[in-house]
């Protein structure tokens, strides 16, 4: 492709995504989105913010200019290496999106998978409980959640009997709207009985529910 043909490409894939995001905040107008401060900066320094978003708040910092050249030119030289030791044919996947071997992190490991699995397959407590650990880990790891913890010294106990039972909370549970063309028979069987076990809603997804 030539340059030209890159950056129109590059445009009309912004313009898709952030027509996209627009469309389900519920404003009807572009005028409307003008100062209206509907979102949040995550991960980025206030001095990228005071001068790239000036009035967005940004509770949590992150990344400065300095940083975010690092990565551009990072990625530049993967893909225009300064020294050609072999010839490139492709960019090698960085895992952003899916688990790779040595790319970025993820809740969902191979290892944990394989872990879940022994685990419901075989009736395996320590599977689990090895399961288990590898998630909180990797969750402290991947998620804002994750560096939070209950601050159980200066919490005042509810007693009991003020305690909504457990039989009633799990009745408010649901499944996600996931269509039976998306999972296969067996997870939505799964799903629906273990909704109406619990009391719950299955959501199938299929609509009319």
């Avoid at 005071?50 to 300095?66: D, H, N």
């Avoid at 993820?106 to 699995?117: C, K, L, M, V, Y």
Wanted: glycine share 10%; charged share 25%.
């Amino acid at each position: 492709l030539s340059d030209e043909a890159l950056i129109r490409n590059y445009i009309h894939s912004c313009d898709g995504g952030i027509l996209k995001v627009m469309s389900k905040m519920g404003i009807s107008t572009l005028a409307s989105y003008k100062g209206a401060q509907i979102f949040e900066a995550l991960g980025l320094d206030e001095t990228v913010v005071e001068r790239c978003f000036k009035g967005t708040a940004s509770r949590i910092q992150g990344l400065t200019f300095e940083l975010i050249a690092e990565d551009a030119f990072r990625f530049h030289e993967r893909g225009f290496p300064s020294r050609y030791t072999v010839d490139i044919k492709a960019l090698p996947e960085s895992g952003e999106y899916h688990w790779r071997d040595g790319g970025e992190p993820h809740i969902n490991s191979p290892a944990a998978i394989a872990n879940i699995q022994d685990a419901v397959r075989n009736k395996n407590d320590k599977s689990y409980e090895a399961y288990s650990k590898a998630e909180y880990e990797q969750i402290k790891n991947c998620t804002l959640r994750g560096l939070l913890d209950f601050n159980f010294e200066d919490a005042t106990p509810v007693p009991i009997d003020q305690v909504e039972p457990w039989t009633e909370i799990v009745r408010r549970f649901c499944t996600g709207a996931m269509s039976y063309g998306s999972i296969s028979m067996e997870s939505h069987s799964t799903l629906a009985v273990a909704m109406n076990r619990l009391g719950g809603k299955s959501n199938t997804g299929e609509g009319g529910e």
